[in-house]
């Protein structure tokens, strides 16, 4: 089992930076691929980011390419989502997923085992 707790949520003006934390714990080591997905109120989840346990491989959404890096740190178990120039419409309930398989499909919700229980991101215009 692995269990992944996120942090660093909060509220923001547009144009501000926050940077979440997805930290892992259990069987942490089994983690291969680990992805951050979010959920705007009275919309479908949609991915925003994923990389590899083992390092490279980041692939990101269109719609924060540019604007948001993941990196993880293994020593310390933790994913990390540095968002900058944030926008209004960034705003939604950030959660971090992560699977012991390699996946190809990295920006699918479904192909995920586990999950955190997510933090909220307001920014404000």
């Known amino acids: 089992q692995v269990q992944l707790v996120e942090s660093g949520g909060g509220l923001v003006h547009a144009g501000g930076s926050l940077r979440l934390s997805c930290e892992a714990s259990?069987?942490?080591?089994?983690?291969?691929?680990l992805g951050w997905f979010r959920q705007a109120p009275g919309k479908e989840r949609e991915f925003v980011a994923a990389i590899r346990w083992s390092g490279g491989g980041d692939v990101y959404a269109n719609s924060v390419k540019g604007r948001f890096t993941i990196s993880r740190d293994s020593a310390k178990n933790t994913v990390y989502l540095q968002m900058n120039n944030l926008k209004p419409e960034d705003t939604a309930v950030y959660s971090c997923?992560?699977?012991?398989?390699?996946?190809?499909?990295?920006?699918?919700?479904?192909?995920?085992?586990?999950w955190g229980q997510g933090t909220q991101v307001t920014v404000s215009s």
């Open positions: 997923a992560g699977d012991q398989k390699f996946l190809f499909t990295m920006f699918r919700a479904s192909a995920y085992e586990y």
């Open positions: 259990g069987r942490a080591f089994s983690l291969q691929t």
